[in-house]
């Protein structure tokens, strides 16, 4: 081994890339995804058994290089691809692979039916709908996992061909799952995953890990893993300047921002105990009398926030918090993200 490891070897062992045909790095690899993949599956079940009244159970069966023929081989029907992005945090789009049938079942319950309409141009927008909220549950745990926020983008739904996929198959990992709802469905999804995705998933589990490489195991010997650990302590004590393989040193993350409310606190103590009110307020839209007269089960009202963007904590008709919507066992909940001053809350309790 030389006495300093090139850019390249430093780039392959960061991202956990190496050959991903052969064991060692491609292993890693589908250590780091596979999760993301099952948390993915587990979001989907809780938010399609809530919108569906139904039990619906997502359940990741393998994650691995994409492999068309097998995906033909469980997804025979007609199909959708549903285009899944994730915006911040964690940035890269998936393509959701599932039948028609299944989201024209999916569609109908949670329109209040019972499974048996067939798939129609309306279940599209149903669908896109329905995984707005499957990906804005997902991005919320994904972002408890990794420590950061994550959002996520608008769910898109196109026909899908295995022909002519969005995407390059020879170079993505796929995440298969059985996809049941009782009495009903019994099919699979394929989600699948484009290289430049899944090795910003890697790089981001490993950005995350600690110790950062010590875990990694990508093809290199005991032996060689102490020399890199050395070489990166002598340049750390060093300033970071010694050799090709200097590295940065790092600041300590600044501590959290203490309250600067200085105002009078003898009287607050007398509140403390008082009950209010809050409401959650998703969004808000304008309809005209006879658009609300047309309203009827299943009608899509569209507000004015995108999906993925905070919603508003108000309490008294002010906004004390914003938060982001997460799914609780069967119960919707917001995951407070940010909050107003301590001085303007306790001017809103006025």
């Known amino acids: 081994m030389s006495d300093y490891l090139s850019q390249d070897?430093?780039?392959?062992?960061?991202?956990?890339?190496?050959?991903?045909?052969?064991?060692?790095?491609?292993?890693?690899?589908?250590?780091?995804?596979?999760?993301?993949?099952?948390?993915?599956?587990k979001q989907a079940s809780s938010v399609l058994g809530t919108a569906a009244a139904r039990t619906v159970d997502?359940?990741?069966?393998?994650?691995?290089?994409?492999?068309?023929?097998?995906?033909?081989?469980?997804?025979?029907?007609?199909?959708?691809?549903?285009?899944?992005?994730?915006?911040?945090?964690?940035?890269?789009?998936?393509y959701l692979i599932i039948d028609k049938k299944v989201v024209g079942i999916l569609t109908d319950l949670m329109m209040m039916g019972d499974g048996s309409a067939p798939y129609s141009d309306d279940s599209k927008d149903a669908a896109s709908e329905l995984f707005n909220q499957v990906m804005g549950a997902f991005s919320t745990a994904l972002g408890g996992e990794l420590g950061e926020s994550v959002s996520a983008g608008n769910v898109s739904v196109s026909e899908f061909n295995f022909a002519s996929p969005?995407?390059?198959?020879?170079?993505?990992?796929?995440?298969?799952?059985?996809?049941?709802?009782?009495?009903?469905?019994?099919?699979?999804?394929?989600v699948m995953i484009p290289n430049a995705f899944g090795d910003n998933i890697v790089a981001t589990k490993v950005s995350k890990s600690s110790p950062a490489m010590a875990d990694l195991n990508v093809g290199i010997s005991q032996s060689?893993?102490?020399?890199?650990?050395?070489?990166?302590?002598?340049?750390?004590?060093?300033?970071?300047?010694?050799?090709?393989?200097?590295?940065?040193?790092?600041?300590?993350?600044p501590p959290p921002p203490q309250s600067t409310y200085d105002g009078p606190k003898e009287n607050i103590a007398m509140l403390l105990d008082v009950e209010l009110d809050i409401n959650i307020e998703l969004g808000k839209s304008e309809l005209s009398i006879?658009?609300?007269?047309e309203l009827a089960p299943g009608s899509i009202v569209e507000l004015d926030k995108m999906a993925g963007e905070p919603v508003d904590l108000i309490v008294n008709n002010k906004v004390v918090a914003r938060g982001?919507?997460?799914?609780?066992?069967?119960?919707?909940?917001?995951?407070?993200?940010?909050?107003?001053?301590?001085?303007?809350?306790?001017?809103?309790?006025?």
């Not at 994650?63 to 940035?91: E, H, R, Y």
């Not at 060093?238 to 940065?248: A, E, T, Y």
């Not at 997460?326 to 303007?344: M, Q």
């Open 58 to 94: 997502v359940v990741s069966e393998s994650c691995a290089k994409a492999d068309i023929n097998a995906a033909k081989g469980k997804l025979p029907g007609n199909l959708l691809s549903l285009t899944l992005s994730l915006v911040s945090g964690l940035v890269g789009d998936m």
């Open 290 to 293: 006879k658009r609300i007269l």
């Open 224 to 253: 060689e893993m102490d020399a890199l650990t050395n070489m990166s302590m002598s340049n750390l004590s060093d300033g970071g300047g010694g050799g090709s393989f200097g590295m940065p040193q790092f600041a300590p993350p």
């Open 166 to 190: 969005p995407f390059d198959a020879a170079s993505a990992d796929m995440g298969m799952a059985k996809f049941n709802v009782t009495g009903l469905v019994n099919s699979y999804i394929a």
């Open 324 to 350: 982001e919507v997460v799914v609780v066992d069967e119960n919707f909940g917001i995951r407070i993200v940010s909050l107003v001053s301590t001085e303007d809350r306790v001017k809103s309790l006025k």
């Open 9 to 41: 070897e430093i780039d392959s062992l960061l991202n956990g890339l190496g050959d991903g045909g052969e064991g060692g790095a491609s292993d890693e690899r589908y250590k780091a995804i596979a999760p993301i993949f099952e948390l993915f599956c």
